[in-house]
């Protein structure tokens, strides 16, 4: 059902139905969908830290950007029933997200009806996180780098875990565990147990 016009955006940008928007994000499997979310996830929380209403709605979207078509095709209505939020206050929010770059909004006229289609978009995340070399870095605390094509996550910093220092409770557990699993191998093996006193 084609939406009345005060609903509408000033602008109803009309595609055809097999286009996909330029900077819409785009994947060929599951895994790649994950790892293209992610990031776009990362820098939409990141943006919107601020606005528990605009991430209800992102996050709303992002479980209905679909496996193969890639959008959501919710309307306004069907957001504000699920989230519980006034219309007028999804509509403001899909506007804040498309204004930030975080995702794209074009229509297309399905069985001769108009359907209104959501990408995510790459625009917010590349202005987040550039690339350089093919690899996008999205900071984690500052001591990670995320890589792609491929690659293996490596450390940028010294990990904050190498200079723990265990107990020496932890210390004495983990050696008596250690004689145990010793003493336990040579039992097995028919070897006198050095562990017990009564023989």
């Known amino acids: 059902m084609i939406e009345p016009p005060s609903q509408m955006p000033s602008k109803r940008r009309f595609i055809k139905p097999s286009e ?17 979310l992610d990031r776009w996830r990362t820098a939409v929380g990141r943006h919107f830290a601020g606005s528990s209403r605009v991430l209800r709605v992102a996050w709303t979207l992002e479980w209905m950007f679909g496996l193969k078509q890639g959008y ?4 306004d ?9 006034p219309i007028i206050k999804i509509q403001a929010a899909l506007l804040e997200l498309e204004r930030a770059g975080a995702i794209i909004r074009a229509s297309v006229f399905d069985r001769n009806r108009a359907q209104r289609r959501i990408w995510a978009s790459s ?7 550039p690339t350089v070399g093919g690899n996008t870095n999205i900071p984690h605390g500052g001591s990670k780098t995320i890589p792609h094509d491929g690659g293996t996550e490596s450390s940028t910093k010294e990990s904050r875990f190498s200079k723990i220092r265990f107990s020496a409770t932890h210390e004495a557990a983990r050696k008596d565990a250690a004689i145990r699993e ?11 147990d ?3 006193d009564e023989e």
Do not use: H, S
């Not at 209505?77 to 939020?85: A, C, Q, S, T, W």
């Open 20 to 36: 996909v928007p330029e900077k819409a994000i785009t994947w060929r499997t599951a895994a790649e969908r994950a790892q293209q």
């Open 72 to 75: 959501a095709f919710c309307t």
């Open 77 to 85: 209505g069907f957001l504000e029933r699920k989230l519980d939020i």
């Open 123 to 129: 625009e917010l995340p590349a202005t987040m996180f």
């Open 182 to 192: 010793r003493a336990a191998a040579r039992r097995y093996n028919g070897a006198p």
């Open 194 to 196: 050095p562990t017990n």
